[in-house]
C-alpha cells in the first residue's frame, strides 16, 4: 500500500462566509486578487506577504499549474484518478497553510477558522473514507479550544493527526502554555505534524532578506530545526510518551542525521540519562517527510534508518513533480526496493497510527 502522507487542499473561502456566523466581516477570511494573483486576507492581514523582508511565495495560493483534476475536494472522483494514476491508495489530507497561522492575533477568530475547515473537509472526504484521510487544523492561539477541537476532530470526525506551525508567535512548541494541547494528544495518542509556511507569519531568519528565493531558503528547514530543539529542550517525548511528531515539507530530509547528531551531542553533554534523539527516531516517535526525488535519500537512510522517512507528494500545488513522485523515489539511486516500500507505505502507518490498522 502506496500512502501519501502530505497532499493538500486548496481552501475555498466560500466555507468561511457560510460557517463562521458570530465573526465580524472584516475578520473572516477573504481572497483578494493582485494581477492574476490570488492572495487571502486573514484577521485583517495579507497572506502570503507579498514584499519586503520575510515575504512570501509572489504567485500567491492560487496557482493551477500541474494539471491536477481535484483542487477542493470537489471532484473526488478527479482526485481518486490522479491518485491512481500514481499507485497511491491513501492520501492524507492537508489545507493551504494559511490555516495554520499563528499570526492571527484573535484566538476566537482562529479557533472559528479552525472548527469551520474541519468539518468542511470532514463532508467532502465523506464521498471515499477509506481513501482520503485528514488532518485536524487546530489554532494553539487558544490551547485549551485546541484541544478540545483535537478530541472533537479525531473521535467525531475521523481525523488521524493535527497540524501545528513550528512555533507560535515568539512561543516554542515546549511553551508551558501549550500543556493542555499536549496533554490531550497524548491522550489520544496522536500523530502532531509540524508543518510550516514562509511568509505568512514570523519563522526564525527569514525577516533578515528582503526577497522570496532568501526568506523560503532560510526559513525551510530551519524553522523545523527550530522546532525539533524545542521537543528536546522541554523534554516533550518523555512528557507526552505517546505523542509521535512529524515534520513536513522541510526541503527534504537531508538536514535530519547533522541535526540529530548535534541534539545528540547536546543532550549527552546536559545529562547522561537524558534519552538521545537518535534513541527516539529508532522507537518511531520521529518522522521526517522526503522529497520524491531526494538523491541523498540512501545517504539518510545509512545514518538514520529507513522507519522514520515518509513519502509526501504534495500534490496539487504547483512545485509537486506529480505524477512522477513514486516512480522517481524508486528511482533513486542507491535506495534499496525494501526501503523505498517502507517509506513509500509502512512508516506512514505507524505514524498516522490507524492507517496500520
Given at each position: 500500500m502506496i500512502v501519501d502522507a502530505d497532499a493538500h487542499v486548496t481552501v475555498p473561502y466560500e466555507i468561511f462566509a457560510e460557517r463562521l456566523d458570530g465573526i465580524p466581516t472584516d475578520r473572516k477570511p477573504r481572497p483578494i486578487h493582485l494581477d492574476g494573483r490570488e492572495f487571502w486576507v486573514i484577521d485583517g492581514k495579507l497572506a502570503p506577504k507579498l514584499g519586503g523582508?520575510?515575504?512570501?511565495?509572489?504567485?500567491?495560493?492560487?496557482?493551477?499549474?500541474?494539471?491536477?483534476?481535484?483542487?477542493?475536494?470537489?471532484?473526488?472522483?478527479?482526485?481518486?484518478?490522479?491518485?491512481?494514476?500514481?499507485?497511491?491508495?491513501?492520501?492524507?489530507?492537508?489545507?493551504?497553510?494559511?490555516?495554520?497561522?499563528?499570526?492571527?492575533?484573535?484566538?476566537?477568530?482562529?479557533?472559528?477558522?479552525?472548527?469551520?475547515?474541519?468539518?468542511?473537509?470532514?463532508?467532502?472526504?465523506?464521498?471515499?473514507?477509506?481513501?482520503?484521510?485528514?488532518?485536524?487544523?487546530?489554532?494553539?492561539?487558544?490551547?485549551?479550544?485546541?484541544?478540545?477541537?483535537?478530541?472533537?476532530?479525531?473521535?467525531?470526525?475521523?481525523?488521524?493527526?493535527?497540524?501545528?506551525?513550528?512555533?507560535?508567535?515568539?512561543?516554542?512548541?515546549?511553551?508551558?502554555?501549550?500543556?493542555?494541547?499536549?496533554?490531550e494528544a497524548d491522550r489520544l495518542q496522536a500523530a502532531i505534524a509540524i508543518h510550516g509556511v514562509t511568509g505568512v507569519y514570523e519563522q526564525p531568519w527569514q525577516d533578515l532578506f528582503d526577497t522570496w528565493f532568501g526568506s523560503r531558503t532560510v526559513a525551510v528547514p530551519i524553522s523545523y530545526m527550530v522546532a525539533m530543539t524545542s521537543l528536546f529542550q522541554g523534554h516533550m517525548?518523555?512528557?507526552?510518551?505517546?505523542?509521535?511528531?512529524?515534520?513536513?515539507?522541510?526541503?527534504?530530509?537531508?538536514?535530519?542525521?547533522?541535526?540529530?547528531?548535534?541534539?545528540?551531542?547536546?543532550?549527552?553533554?546536559?545529562?547522561?540519562?537524558?534519552?538521545?534523539?537518535?534513541?527516539?527516531i529508532r522507537q518511531g516517535r520521529l518522522f521526517f517527510s522526503c522529497e520524491p526525488d531526494e538523491r541523498g535519500l540512501p545517504d539518510v537512510v545509512a545514518r538514520i534508518g529507513?522507519?522514520?522517512?515518509?513519502?509526501?507528494?504534495?500534490?496539487?500545488?504547483?512545485?509537486?513533480?506529480?505524477?512522477?513522485?513514486?516512480?522517481?523515489?524508486?528511482?533513486?539511486?542507491?535506495?534499496?526496493?525494501?526501503?523505498a516500500e517502507r517509506i513509500l507505505g509502512d512508516n506512514a502507518g505507524h505514524f498516522y497510527r490507524c492507517l496500520a490498522d
Open positions: 523582508f520575510g515575504q512570501g511565495t509572489p504567485g500567491g495560493f492560487g496557482t493551477r499549474r500541474i494539471g491536477a483534476q481535484d483542487y477542493y475536494v470537489d471532484n473526488v472522483p478527479g482526485r481518486l484518478s490522479d491518485m491512481d494514476r500514481e499507485g497511491v491508495q491513501i492520501q492524507v489530507l492537508y489545507p493551504d497553510l494559511i490555516l495554520v497561522n499563528p499570526g492571527i492575533e484573535n484566538p476566537d477568530v482562529a479557533s472559528a477558522i479552525s472548527r469551520a475547515w474541519n468539518d468542511h473537509l470532514a463532508e467532502r472526504c465523506a464521498a471515499a473514507p477509506d481513501r482520503l484521510k485528514r488532518v485536524a487544523v487546530v489554532a494553539l492561539q487558544d490551547p485549551l479550544q485546541a484541544a478540545h477541537e483535537l478530541r472533537r476532530a479525531v473521535v467525531e470526525l475521523g481525523c488521524v493527526g493535527a497540524v501545528t506551525p513550528p512555533l507560535v508567535g515568539s512561543r516554542l512548541l515546549d511553551h508551558r502554555d501549550f500543556e493542555p494541547f499536549f496533554e517525548l518523555e512528557r507526552y510518551p505517546h505523542v509521535r511528531f512529524g515534520f513536513f515539507e522541510a526541503g527534504g530530509c537531508g538536514w535530519v542525521p547533522y541535526w540529530t547528531e548535534r541534539l545528540d551531542d547536546q543532550i549527552a553533554t546536559r545529562s547522561k540519562q537524558d534519552t538521545p534523539a537518535s534513541e527516539y529507513d522507519g522514520c522517512i515518509l513519502y509526501a507528494s504534495d500534490y496539487p500545488h504547483g512545485d509537486t513533480k506529480w505524477p512522477n513522485t513514486v516512480s522517481a523515489l524508486r528511482a533513486i539511486p542507491g535506495l534499496e526496493e525494501s526501503a
